[in-house]
């Protein structure tokens, strides 16, 4: 019913930046949240940011200040603007909505490499 599709990943050198996007298509209103997680090598995937229909976003404690989120409805796509990206960064970024309130749909995943 909801297919997300990100991009906008890449590699970058510390301090640099990125803009992900996400494309969401199908039962678009049946999308309550969207939201960006990443999982990096040996970690449990961790939320970075989400947003909801209402546009009220929220952030992990350690992307607070250095990355954004936002949406643009028109479109059914979602963004997450990167800046001063750190090593530590290094994630596979995936894309996600909860639809219907209760189901979660996630992207196929982008890459994102912040090495020097």
């Known amino acids: 019913q909801v297919q997300l599709v990100e991009s906008g ?3 970058v050198q510390p301090g640099g930046s990125l803009r992900l996007s996400c494309a969401a298509s ?7 949240t969207m939201g960006w997680y990443r999982q990096a090598p040996g970690k449990q995937r961790a939320l ?3 947003i ?5 976003t929220n952030y992990g404690e350690s992307v607070k200040g ?3 989120m936002s949406s643009d409805n028109a479109k059914n796509t979602v963004y997450l603007q ?7 960064d290094t994630a596979v970024y995936y894309c996600n909505s ?7 749909v996630w992207g196929q995943g982008t ?5 020097s």
Do not use: C, W, Y
């Open 9 to 11: 990943g890449g590699r």
């Open 82 to 88: 990167m800046n001063s990206l750190k090593p530590e």
């Open 66 to 68: 250095r990355f954004t």
């Open 52 to 56: 909801t229909r209402g546009g009220k």
């Open 111 to 115: 890459q994102v490499t912040v090495s």
């Open 48 to 50: 970075v940011a989400s």
């Open 26 to 32: 199908g039962s678009i209103s049946s999308i309550s």
């Open 98 to 104: 909860r639809v219907l309130g209760v189901v979660d």
